[in-house]
């Protein structure tokens, strides 16, 4: 089971409500979840069986069900029936399949989506190029991930050389950061990801 507490006004906590939490409380209905990730208003959980969940906002279709309506309690992403982790971002989220493959959902204003164009998606899409992914960040307008030979790949905004590739450059697709080998997990922020 999962519980959360805290700030709640789009629903994030998964209550059924929009009431702040100062103490732990369950998330309504979801059980038999394997992994959690919470964004900047919404949350999302993989289950043992490789569906994914989400909740709380959904102005730009990152709770990947289609629509862009806020949900209070856990709904289920679309399409997703193997995936193995989940990463909540600002205002999108991706995931990996347990195949490899690499799938992100929601704003796409810089390419964090990592399709090649820049287009939002309310539903989870392939990630260009990606099918041997190991772990998923997504950042604020980018996104990170790692590939099973322990490569760094990341895709989107690069402003402030958050993709790591020794440039400034606005990247679409998913490209290599510079001088990582053997990484494991990632993580990513606004401006910023690391891998360990």
Known sequence: TVWCWGYNAWGQLGSGTH???????PVTGLTQASTLTAGRFHTCGVLVDGTARCWGWNNRGQLGDGTTTIRSVPTPV?????????????????????????QCWGWDAAGQLGRGHLVDHP????????????????GSVHSCLVREDGSVWRS??????QLGDGTAVERHTFVAASNVTGAGPVSASSGHACPV
């Not at 539903?123 to 997504?138: E, H, K, N």
């Not at 989107?156 to 050389?161: A, D, E, I, K, Q």
């Open 19 to 25: 009431t702040d939490r100062s103490t732990p409380g």
């Open 78 to 102: 679309a399409g997703i029936t193997d995936a193995s982790v989940m990463s909540a971002g600002e205002w999108h989220s991706c995931g990996v399949l347990r195949s490899g493959a690499a």
């Open 123 to 138: 539903v989870p899409v392939l990630a260009t190029g990606i099918d041997d992914a190991a772990g998923i960040a997504a």
């Open 156 to 161: 989107g905004s690069n402003g402030v050389r």
